[in-house]
């Protein structure tokens, strides 16, 4: 994610004072615990709305890498993975493998109805499991086909099983629901997340637990699945959603459109947008689809700012490792976002890009390289986001070598470095949890892997990158995972040099 300043000052930031570049992603508000009275739901529908998600699609050899595993001990219910910096959210107690979203939603009125289902399975023995969810009215709850009981814990959503269950048990969870999605604020940057309207449409920013906003989910990218998104909307709305698009079913005043993803996702990047869209395609290398939705006022521009996308996976791929996933592409809302984010195949932006091409390139780019670094590659904690901004930071640079030259990158580095001594701001590898996506993080993050790149020499800093990316793909990192693959590959101990950048109060020097 990228918060941008005004288009006038763009190039200038971008080349001289990358700080301006700081991805942002945001905390939502403390939510205060309800009292857990149990509710029973109402009795099921003859046919169980379980009955609405077709099969997951075979995803086990994506799933093969490795992930967080559980982080808390087995009581019978679970409220969160106990990450360090937002111990609520997700769950240990399960492992979500796949959910689908039949929706129906009115832009024009911003109401949002339909049914959520969740494939899963226990990880621990639990007699209730949680999702994360608040706000909206519940129609509907059923296990397996059959009624539950659950309650409201503040953004908890509780929900008991008939009788507990050991672990490894398979289960199908549905949760009918109506309302308004409200974005929540944010603790860390001033942005709000979640679902959101745009001048024409809606949209969904979700970093880092906005998803909880408008779908019930375990809410932590360590708990990735496979999504079913299947959205109606009434006429002339486009849907444009993660994944590939399979179908998109005229009802006469109204369409159905439905995604899917083979591949895991991580809930904070599942995106829905919904708005008058113009769909422009490429495609880049190996045949690989790119897909495009504009607003229509603006789709000619905004083609001409997107056109080197399919040069910059090429490139990318040869630096990273193979493109990850089926499809990749782009949505710009119909609305002035101060931000972008790398919703995963399908990267967010507001219109305010296409005001600045010049500028804009270093974005797109960044939020490109995210579907290496953050998407498929995921964080085990938050702490570690700058696993994900410190390298897509660096990534839009070596862009900018690449279109340029070495010299030109070292010194964009070097007055980047600059410009970091004398700020105060926390090293990246423990940023507060009241600024966590602070310049540090993007900035120092990506002064990090220069000076490795420097330290370790070209041949060995890609080798490192490429291993890293094949290893953990489609599953989650940490820290310490990346620096044990770059001691690994380099055959030297890194620790000091990991030590000075991700953890020391003052900004070290370039080696």
Known sequence: MCILPPPRRLVRLLLLLPVGLASAACEGPPVGPAPPTAIVAPP????????????????????????CGPALAPPLRLDGRGDPYLPRLGNAGYAAQHYTLDLRVDPDTDVLSGTV?????????????????QGLTIDDITVDGARAVYFRDGAELVIQFPQPVPPGTRFTSAVTYHGRPQPAPAKAVPITIGW???THGTFVADEPEGAETWYPVSDHPCDKATYTLRITVPQPYVVAANGLLRSADDHGTS?????????????YLVTVDIGDFALRTDQGTGGLPIRNYFPRDLADQAAQIFAP??????????RFGPYPFDVYGVVVVDADLNFSLETQTLSLFGRGVVGDPAGASLVVAHELSHQWFGDSVSLKSWQDIWLNEGFATYAQYLWYEHTHDRAALDTVMQTLRDTLVGQRLPPPGRPPLDDLFNASVYNRGALTL?????TVGDDTFFRILQTYTARYRYGNAGTADFIAVAQEVSGRDLRSLFDSWLYADAVPALP
């Open 309 to 318: 996308t399919k040069d910059m996976i090429a490139f990318y791929s040869s």
């Open 450 to 454: 220069h000076a490795l790149r420097r």
């Open 44 to 67: 099921a529908p003859a046919s169980p709305t379980s009955a609405l998600a077709p099969a997951a699609p075979t995803a086990a050899s994506r799933r093969a890498a490795p992930g």
């Open 117 to 133: 289902t969740m494939q899963a399975q226990t990880l621990q023995g639990l007699g209730a499991f949680d999702l994360d969810f």
């Open 255 to 267: 369409t159905t459109y439905l995604w899917e993803t083979r591949d895991p996702l991580a809930s």
């Open 196 to 198: 959101q309207r745009g």
